[in-house]
C-alpha cells in the first residue's frame, strides 16, 4: 500500500512538471550522422552561448518563393541547412513562432529539404 | 398565229428585261480589261490599310514607353557623357542579368567548396546575386553548395542571416 502511495506520488510529480509549466529546452542539435537538424527556438535564443541558432526563413524574390531552414549547433560547431520551394513545406515553415520546435531533414545530395516538423506545444521554452 | 406573235412579244421583252438587270447588277470588273483582278484585289488593300493602321499605333506605343523607360532614373541607358560598355547594359536586362548574376554566384561557391569556408561577405554577396538569377540557376547553384556544407566540408564561418 505504501510503495503503491510513493508511485502515484512520483508519477503525478512526474505529470505535474511536465503539465504545470516546466519548459522542455532543446537547443539547437545538428546530427550529420542521422543527416537532420532539431531544436526549439526558444531554446536556441536562450542559450549561453551567442552561436546556436535554429530556424526557416521565407524568402520571395522574382524567382518565387522558397524557404532555407537552418541550424547551428554551437557544441560540435557543425551547420545543416535545407531549403525547398514547395507549397507544404512554405506553409509549414509560416507556421513557426518564436515557441516552435522544429526538425527538418536535407536531400543529402541537393540540400533539398525532405522534411520539416514544427510543433507549437507549449512545453517548449518560448523566445525571450 | 396570233399566239405565235404574242409568244415573240413576251420572248423579246424579257430578253430586254434581263439585258437591263444585267446591266445594272453586273459588277463593274466585268467592264475593265482583262489583266489581274482587280475585283479581288481590292477587299484584300482595305484589310491591309486596316492592319497597317493598328500596327502602326502599336509600333508607336511600343517606341514611347521605350523612350520613357530609357529616360527613367536608373534605367539602363548610359547616363550622358559617360562611356558605357556594352556588356554594361546588358546586365540591366533581365535574361542577361540574371547570366551574369549566375556566373558571379557560381565563382563564389566553387570558391567557396575549394577554401571549405562560407564567409559573411560570401553570403550577403551571394544573397544579392541570387535575387537576379531565375529559379533553375539559385536551384543549380544551392545544390552545389547546402549538401557540402551538410556534410561539413564548408564551414559557415558567421552567424547571421541570410545565410544565402
Same mark, same amino acid.
Given at each position: 500500500? /505504501? ?42 535564443? %536562450? ?26 549547433? %554551437? ?18 515553415? %509560416? ?31 518560448? /523566445?525571450? | ?28 470588273? $466585268? ?34 514607353? +521605350?523612350?520613357?523607360? $530609357? ?16 556588356? +554594361?547594359?546588358?546586365? @540591366? ?13 557560381? *565563382? ?13 561577405? @560570401? ?12 529559379? @533553375?540557376? *539559385? ?12 556534410? *561539413? ?12
Amino acid at each position: 500500500m /505504501k510503495k503503491t502511495l510513493i508511485a502515484l506520488g512520483a508519477v503525478a510529480l512526474v505529470i505535474g512538471s511536465v503539465w504545470a509549466g516546466e519548459h522542455v529546452v532543446v537547443e539547437a542539435n545538428v546530427d550529420v550522422a542521422n543527416n537532420h537538424a532539431f531544436g526549439a527556438l526558444g531554446s536556441a535564443r %536562450a542559450s549561453n552561448d551567442s552561436v546556436a541558432d535554429i530556424g526557416c526563413d521565407i524568402d520571395t524574390t522574382n524567382a518565387g518563393t522558397s524557404i532555407f531552414c537552418g541550424a547551428i549547433d %554551437a557544441t560540435n560547431n557543425q551547420t545543416m541547412f535545407c531549403t525547398s520551394s514547395g507549397a507544404d513545406y512554405i506553409r509549414a515553415a %509560416a507556421a513557426i513562432n518564436g515557441d516552435s520546435y522544429i526538425n527538418f531533414v536535407p536531400d543529402p545530395n541537393t540540400g533539398d529539404c525532405t522534411e520539416l516538423d514544427v510543433s507549437n506545444w507549449a512545453g517548449y521554452a518560448p /523566445k525571450q | 398565229m396570233r399566239r405565235g406573235l404574242w409568244l415573240s412579244i413576251g420572248l423579246a421583252a424579257s430578253m430586254g428585261i434581263a439585258f437591263l438587270v444585267g446591266v445594272c447588277f453586273a459588277p463593274r470588273a $466585268a467592264s475593265q480589261p482583262p489583266g489581274p483582278k482587280p475585283a479581288a484585289a481590292a477587299p484584300a488593300r482595305a484589310a491591309t490599310v486596316i492592319d497597317t493602321a493598328a500596327l502602326d499605333d502599336h509600333i508607336q506605343q511600343v517606341i514611347r514607353s +521605350e523612350l520613357a523607360a $530609357a529616360k527613367a532614373p536608373g534605367a539602363g541607358g548610359p547616363p550622358a557623357g559617360k562611356n558605357e560598355t556594352w556588356t +554594361e547594359k546588358r546586365v @540591366d536586362d533581365p535574361v542577361s542579368g540574371s547570366l551574369v548574376a549566375a556566373e558571379q554566384g557560381r *565563382q563564389i561557391v566553387d570558391t567557396a567548396l575549394s577554401s571549405h569556408r562560407w564567409t559573411a561577405d @560570401d553570403a550577403a554577396r551571394f544573397h544579392e546575386l541570387r535575387r537576379q538569377m531565375n529559379a @533553375d540557376q *539559385q536551384r543549380e547553384l544551392l545544390h552545389l553548395l547546402i549538401p557540402a556544407i551538410n556534410r *561539413q566540408e564548408v564551414k559557415v564561418d558567421f552567424h547571421k542571416r541570410p545565410y544565402f
